[in-house]
Nanobody
Framework: QVQLVESGGGSVQPGGSLRLSCAVS???????FGWFRQGPGKEREGVAS????????YYADSVKGRFTISQDLNKFTVSLQMNSLESEDTAMYFC???????????????????WGQGTQVTVSS
């Protein structure tokens, strides 16, 4: 019932910035939204998320202070502002949504039920 479509990926130099956007459509009665990523040869990992009850946010330690997740409550888009990008940030980034406990959402330990198609982010010199 939920469709997620990402955009905004691309190639940047280390230290650069990108802003990813996820357009949410359909019946989106979910209480946790966020971004995951999967780098080459790595497992998929949670990057950032928020709950729709308190709008508290979670960030992985590796991106905290550099990435910011936000949402537009009218259009319902979920964005990820990425600053000071590093080569280690190179990955396919996926927008995700699910219904889970608030604690799980706010600790990054949730399992999304809906996924976007992904958008590639490449950081290199």
């Amino acid at each position: 019932q939920v469709q997620l479509v990402e955009s905004g990926g691309g190639s940047v130099q280390p230290g650069g910035s990108l802003r990813l956007s996820c357009a949410v459509s359909g019946y989106y009665s979910r209480n946790c939204f966020g971004w995951f990523r999967q780098g080459p040869g790595k497992e998929r990992e949670g990057v950032a998320s928020f709950d729709t009850y308190n709008y508290n946010t979670y960030y992985a330690d590796s991106v905290k202070g550099r990435f910011t997740i936000s949402q537009d409550l009218n259009k319902f888009t979920v964005s990820l502002q990425m600053n000071s990008l590093e080569s280690e940030d190179t990955a396919m980034y996926f927008c995700a949504a699910g219904w889970t406990s608030i604690e799980a959402c706010n600790s990054g330990s949730w399992s999304p039920s809906h996924w976007g198609q992904g958008t590639q982010v490449t950081v290199s010199s």
